[in-house]
């Protein structure tokens, strides 16, 4: 298995890891038992994703697309963000191997989830047919 | 500075077993089966590699079957062994759970085909009980196979002792001693061993030789429909090249194991006692009881592919039982065995040295390898919680 040079770059050079003590929104999907968590944590005004940070526990795959999907959201406004797929994801990383989609679907809904944190938090509306994380990996559309 | 670390996965071929094979690619290289002198070269090369195999056993050149490694003689084996068990209604098959998929997916295929098989647990120690062996015995058990030593973990079963019970018993013992032969000392001979599959890669041999040994008076099945070669057990054109070399590096592996295996298994210890001392992380299996060259650990709280990448950056090449290394989503099978979460069992390492290894590359080993713990215990939501916790 081999992964391309952009996931090896964000995998060894990840951009916004950490965490926002007062974030807006925080998202967390996938389990421990599974082999993949991902915490997104958004700092979010005037509609705009202002600064993003995330934590990860898992392969390769799945820290350099939690990075990638941070890169890709950040300074976007809520409603680009919530429109990320995990295909733009894996174009943004030059693909992924077969057996890591998964990572990408689940930097999605880590993203989805962070931001339906923040509409819960606000007292607003989810905009239908956000889908957030049911629950471990296996439950993944991708599997 | 470049270490290889993943000897289990497979070795560098020796300079001995090199030079023992080349003259097979362009001196040598009849057809063993041939009449002609090229081929009788071929031959004898053949017979004296078997011979010489047969002598480091403690085995007969006719109870020795050459096969394509490992994987293939361990279908073999439980095949022989099913195939004896049936004349006398014998389906039962005692094994343990942490056997190589090479005997695990064999049982489970027998299993399909009406045999009955009883995996053993082996602890938390990862080791197998002899009681325990004894206990799960019965009229129609027609094989007990229990590996020499755990690939990922590296813990030695006592196979004298089981060797002993099932031939007193009366009941077939065969071992997979991949991991073994070469490191350790094996005599099917003194430790009752009626079969053995042993592979000529994990010896610094090449890759795609290994052989199965059986006891004279097994009857043997054929395994491969074809010409006369292996007895007319297995058909087909020796790798004349491949098994020759294995006799050099097997040769040569055990001509130097006392003082390699002391060199060895102090750099392991030392590895051992380094690496133990990171937080909230385990050596895996027994510490005293295993081979000299494998030492398994768990980090909690992080993932070992991650691991496995950036110690690859720095040079270091290991492997890891995670799910993301297994091509599933399961861990390991070996480290849910001796009973480890599936969440501690993805943040695994297994580092494996040959006596190739120097001291310098275990102390970059010890040195690389913190920080990186470290790092990817630094972006983990899991050891964040784990912190928090305690
Ligand atoms: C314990 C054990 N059995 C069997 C095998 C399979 O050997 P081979 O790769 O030669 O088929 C291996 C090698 O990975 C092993 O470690």
């Known amino acids: 298995m081999a992964y391309s040079s952009a996931v090896m770059d964000h995998f060894a050079n990840p951009r916004n890891v950490g965490k926002i003590d007062d974030a807006d929104g925080i998202g967390e999907v996938g389990n421990a038992k599974c082999g993949d968590i991902m915490k997104i944590y958004l700092k979010i005004d005037d509609n705009k994703i202002q600064d993003v940070k995330f934590n990860t526990f898992g392969c390769g795959a799945a820290i350099a697309t939690s990075s990638m999907a941070t890169e890709l959201i950040k300074g976007k406004t809520v409603e680009d963000a919530l429109s990320l797929t995990n295909k733009a994801v894996i174009e943004a990383l030059d693909g992924l191997p077969p057996q890591k989609i998964h990572c990408s679907v689940l930097a999605e809904e880590a993203v989805k989830a962070a931001i339906v944190d923040y509409y819960q938090k606000n007292g607003l509306e989810a905009p239908e047919g956000v889908k957030q994380c049911t629950s471990c990996c296996g439950d993944c559309t991708m599997h | ?390």
């Open chain 2, 1 to 390: 500075m470049n270490v290889y670390a993943d000897n289990a996965a497979t070795t560098v071929v020796s300079q001995t077993a090199l030079q023992a094979m080349l003259p097979c690619f362009t001196e040598q290289y009849g057809n063993p089966s041939s009449v002609h002198e090229t081929g009788r070269k071929a031959a004898q090369a053949l017979d004296a590699a078997r011979a010489r195999i047969a002598e480091l056993l403690r085995a007969e050149a006719k109870e020795i079957y050459f096969t394509s490694g490992g994987t293939e003689a361990d279908n073999w084996a439980v095949q022989i062994a099913l195939a004896s068990g049936a004349k006398k209604n014998k389906r039962h098959i005692v094994s343990t759970a942490f056997e190589h998929h090479a005997i695990l997916h064999t049982l489970k295929k027998a299993e399909k085909n009406g045999a009955e098989v009883t995996l053993l647990d082996v602890h938390t120690d990862g080791l197998a009980r002899v009681e325990e062996v004894a206990a799960a015995i019965r009229e129609d058990t027609a094989l007990v196979t229990v590996m020499y030593a755990n690939n990922e973990i590296g813990t030695l079963q006592p196979i004298a002792e089981i060797g002993k019970l099932c031939r007193e018993k009366g009941v077939p013992f065969h071992t997979d001693a991949v991991q073994a032969m070469g490191h350790v000392p094996v005599d099917v001979a003194a430790q009752n061993i009626d079969m053995l599959s042993l592979t000529a890669h994990k010896f610094h041999g090449p890759k795609g030789a290994g052989l199965l040994y059986c006891r004279g008076g097994i009857p043997v099945p054929v395994f491969m429909e074809g010409g006369a070669q292996e007895r007319g057990k297995r058909g087909g054109t020796e790798n004349v090249p491949a098994i020759v070399g294995m006799a050099a590096a097997l040769e040569e592996a055990c001509r130097n194991m006392d003082e390699d295996n002391l060199r060895v298994s102090r750099l392991r210890d030392k590895l051992i006692d380094a690496v133990s001392s990171i937080p909230l992380s385990r050596l895996n299996g027994d510490r005293r009881r295993r081979l000299p060259g494998i030492a398994n650990f768990v980090f909690e709280g992080i993932e070992g592919e991650g691991l496995l990448l950036l110690l690859d950056m720095a040079g270091i090449s290991a492997s890891s039982g995670s799910a993301c290394t297994s091509g599933s989503l399961d861990p390991s099978h070996v480290l849910l065995a001796i009973g480890l979460p599936h969440e501690v069992a993805h943040g695994s390492l297994r580092l494996s040295l040959s006596a190739l290894n120097t001291e310098e590359e275990v102390d970059y080993i010890i040195k690389t390898l913190p920080p990186i713990v470290e790092r990817l215990r630094g972006m983990s939501p899991v050891w964040e919680r784990i912190k928090k916790g305690a």
